[in-house]
């Protein structure tokens, strides 16, 4: 049980988890890319001892790998699931009071503890161009705090019990923030921070904000979790690190004694400046919008503090493992939610948001005849799914119900060929258009407008899927290159996108083109792209690039289409998950900076064991 990300360091590299740099690295693109190439390679930890520009340490990749994560967490994990799962499911306190009195008394001991005496964080107070200015991708607006802990209070109800921690991405540099002064912060309204924003607007009050960095390591987790009602952040960062969360107020602002860094300041009412652009979770870049922003009162640091960063961007990444973290926690919590959900996977390949995979329940249509068994309350599942929390941000959900075999929606491949064998194209399609999407998929007609759609399939089995790329496929004369990418599923090439438009007249033309070659049931998806070797290479470069750089409404066409009392359905789907002019650019690494960090890779050097 760690006090201090210090401890946390100190721990990992006697255990062998962790390597000390001790050689000058640049903040400036040089160290994200160590850490990437690092994380790619299933290395250790990282500490940064001699950053350019900066004074203080950096800690990085301590959440890389899912066993590096339990290891941190060893001596806290079992009693924090059993809290988690009384909170889900109160009558097994009922069942076994005396088994639950542990946990009970485990979440009471973890309790906030206000302090007003030690405060190692307040020791010294420093600019914000005196923290590391970590650069991790080349097209950055600035540098960026990536494992913020942002710390804001509700204005009708203040006090830690009425507070939210959130990881919200913080600019420290660039655009047009007065240095010292002013940092950005990236965050969606519905996030708990924007309830507190608006009720503060509603007010005509600054919101005071706090962002904690560092501290113990499960302070950072809690920033990210998904919690049951009733079980705050604060509470839980105290569950997880075993030790309550120590806390006092500067000048009214909440401080994280335990924190190595805190940036207390304002957030004004209605008062933006550009943000971004930031090598984001999807793979590719946001690009600058208007966001609020921080005016900054004090930035405080504790004695030897030290920085922790990580680099967010196509996945996987170290962001992967706390989304691991999460469903072992509380992958059962959407059962208790969502009646009849068995399970919901947000598909880390495809960017977490864009892709959904879930199982349902068919429990209340007495089928008389097996044949007729459709989708029925799997889409009341589905709709439920689309309107709770983080999941109503997805674009594409694909749904359905265990019969006899059981299912497994990690097992991607797997997972949509059962779908894909059972769907009824022309009947189990639903569309949801002119609707929200993630602040951060450019896929989409506008800034958080896209739409939805949710493809379910329950009941027999209605076709095998082929196993090589259909005859039909291999000749058709504007669509080249035709690649199986897994059994029912083939990758095609097509022209350059250039508009809807033109992209209505390809794709009718692709759609007549198949429908003159005869049907085609072995294959009910085809996906038109700009690289079908690409596409096709692995599970999860498809997922990636089809539901990333795809908008269901405008982006799904069909072979033998029709519409019928406003519902759409087809014979074979056909996805356009070709790069549009509208799309983000993806992330690259810059060549040069790959070259010059290959000095620490070489044999002999720290890192030269590690192949990336």
């Avoid at 002013?182 to 969606?188: F, P, R």
């Avoid at 407008?449 to 291999?474: N, T, W």
């Avoid at 508009?499 to 072995?522: C, F, H, N, T, W």
């Avoid at 089809?546 to 019928?564: A, K, L, M, W």
């Amino acid at each position: 049980m760690y006090r201090s990300l210090e401890e946390c360091v100190v721990d990992l590299e006697k255990h062998g988890h962790l390597v000390r740099i001790r050689e000058e690295v640049d903040p400036y693109l040089e160290m994200a890319a160590i850490h990437y190439r690092v994380y790619e390679a299933g290395g250790p930890a990282l500490l940064f001892e001699n950053v350019k520009g900066s004074k203080f340490r950096v800690a990085s990749n301590l959440f890389g790998t899912i066993d590096r994560c339990k290891f941190i967490f060893r001596h806290t994990w079992k009693s924090v699931q059993d809290v988690v799962t009384l909170r889900n499911d109160p009558m097994q306190a009922l069942k076994n009071p005396f088994k639950q009195v542990k946990t009970g008394l485990s979440a009471l001991k973890a309790l906030p503890l206000k302090q007003s005496g030690s405060r190692p964080v307040a020791a010294q107070e420093v600019p914000v161009s005196a923290l590391p200015q970590i650069h991790h991708w080349p097209m950055d607006g600035g540098a960026f705090i990536t494992l913020p802990q942002v710390y804001t209070e509700d204005p009708d109800k203040p006090g830690i019990m009425n507070s939210n921690l959130g990881m919200y991405r913080v600019q420290l540099s660039g655009n047009d923030y007065v240095k010292d002064q002013e940092i950005g912060l990236h965050y969606q309204i519905h996030r708990g921070i924007g309830i507190h924003q608006a009720k503060a607007n509603k007010l005509g009050v600054p919101l005071k904000a706090s962002i904690f960095v560092g501290g113990p390591p499960a302070h950072t987790l809690s920033a990210v979790m998904p919690l049951p009602e009733g079980l705050s952040e604060m509470t839980f960062a105290g569950l997880l690190a075993g030790r309550r969360f120590r806390y006092s107020y500067l000048d009214g602002y909440c401080i994280s004694n335990d924190a190595d860094f805190v940036i207390t300041g304002e957030i004004h009412p209605g008062e933006t400046k550009p943000e971004g652009p930031f090598g984001d979770h999807l793979g590719y870049y946001s690009l600058v919008h208007p966001f609020p922003y921080m005016k900054v009162h004090k930035v405080y640091a504790k004695p030897n503090a030290i920085w922790p960063f990580t680099v967010v961007g196509r996945p996987p990444q170290e962001d992967t493992s706390f989304g691991e973290l999460i469903h072992e926690l509380t992958g059962g919590a959407m059962k208790y939610e969502i009646p009849g959900v068995k399970e919901v996977h947000a598909v880390d390949a495809a960017g977490v948001h864009p892709l959904l995979f879930a199982i349902g329940s068919e429990r209340y249509t007495p089928y008389q005849d097996a044949k007729a068994k459709q989708p029925a309350e799997i889409l009341t599942i589905a709709n439920r799914i689309l309107g709770t929390n983080q999941l109503s941000l997805a674009k594409y959900v694909f749904i359905t119900a265990e019969e006899e075999k059981p299912l497994d929606t990690h097992r991607e491949a797997e997972f949509l060929m059962y779908i894909l064998e059972r769907m009824d194209f022309r009947r189990d399609i639903h569309f949801y258009t002119r609707t929200t999407i993630d602040t951060l998929d450019y896929s989409g007609s506008g800034l958080n407008q896209g739409s939805k759609v949710v493809f379910a399939a329950y009941g027999e089995k209605k076709r095998e899927l082929c196993k090589e790329i259909p005859d039909e496929l291999k000749e058709l004369r504007e669509f080249v290159n035709p690649r199986l990418v897994m059994p029912g599923i083939a990758a095609l090439e097509g022209p350059s996108f250039t508009s809807y438009e033109q992209a209505g007249q390809e794709l009718q033309s692709l759609s007549d083109a198949v429908r003159a070659k005869g049907a085609i049931p072995s294959c009910p998806m085809i996906v038109l792209c700009d690289d079908s070797r690409f596409l096709s290479g692995t599970v999860t470069n498809f997922l990636w690039a089809t539901f990333t750089r795809s908008n269901p409404s405008h982006d799904i066409y069909g072979v033998n289409s029709y519409t019928e009392h406003k519902h759409w359905g087809c014979d074979n789907v056909i996805i356009d998950a070709r790069t549009k002019s509208h799309h983000a650019p993806p992330l690259l690494p810059d060549p040069a900076v790959q070259k010059n960090i290959d000095r620490l890779f070489v044999k002999g050097a720290i890192l030269g064991g590690l192949k990336g």
